[in-house]
């Protein structure tokens, strides 16, 4: 049996280009064989304190004009829409620190549904505001796509010295922004690029 094709994804739970590139990847996976997709975690803001913080200040703090964080907000939602991502921006309250949130995909990876577990919280996220900061509601994600034993786990710091190694090697390879998408360990492409650029990456992978 031939080894799948294995697709690196450098991402963060709380970047919607990030949700927006996983979609689109896997409609390029949709027309390709044997591929095997391996979530790598990223924190675009580390510095964000564990119950997180209020959303609207953070990124008025980010976007100092509001015209402009507007207009990206406007052009993501059309993005998402084009590939199923119902993107509700003014609905979310928190902006959360993504430690745990990373910890609980590599516990889902252990157990074969990273991809459904990096799903599911891009949509909490996103599309339902869920503070994916906070472990009541990473246990109830967990507990949908059937993991179980996570409370204490999460409740523990395990896993969280490697999640940070992880981030501290993709910056030293030269990851300084997400999604970003190594191929076979060897092509990268960066950012949430187009159905027909994955495609092309998949291909040259393959060969």
């Known amino acids: ?13 709380v970047c919607p280009w990030c949700y927006l590139g996983k979609r689109r990847l896997e409609s ?26 209020d959303r609207a200040a953070y990124m008025a703090a980010k976007f100092p004009d509001a015209s402009r964080l507007r207009d ?17 921006f003014a609905a979310i309250k928190r902006s959360p620190n993504t430690l745990a949130a990373h910890r609980l ?6 157990a074969g549904a990273g991809d459904a577990m990096a799903e599911r919280l891009f949509a909490d996220y996103f599309e339902h505001a ?19 034993g996570i409370g ?10 490697e999640v940070q190694a992880e981030i501290e090697q993709a910056r030293r390879i030269g990851v300084e922004g997400v999604p970003f998408f190594i191929f076979a360990g060897k092509w990268a492409v960066s ?3 187009s159905e027909d650029v994955f495609a092309q990456a998949l291909a040259q992978a393959a060969a």
């Open 105 to 110: 995909i590599r516990f889902a990876t252990e």
């Open 130 to 148: 869920r503070d994916i900061g906070d472990r009541a509601v990473l246990e109830a994600a967990a507990s949908d796509i059937g993991l179980t």
């Open 191 to 193: 950012g949430a690029q």
């Open 1 to 13: 049996m031939s080894q799948p094709l294995v697709v690196d994804v450098v991402s963060d739970v």
């Open 72 to 88: 990206v907000q406007e052009r993501l939602t059309a993005l998402g829409a084009e590939v199923g991502i119902a993107f509700d």
């Open 28 to 53: 390029a996976m949709a027309k390709a064989d044997g591929v095997e997709v391996r979530w790598r975690p990223y924190q675009l803001d580390p510095t964000i304190p564990a119950q997180g913080r």
């Open 152 to 161: 204490p786990r999460l409740a523990s710091d395990e896993g969280a010295k």
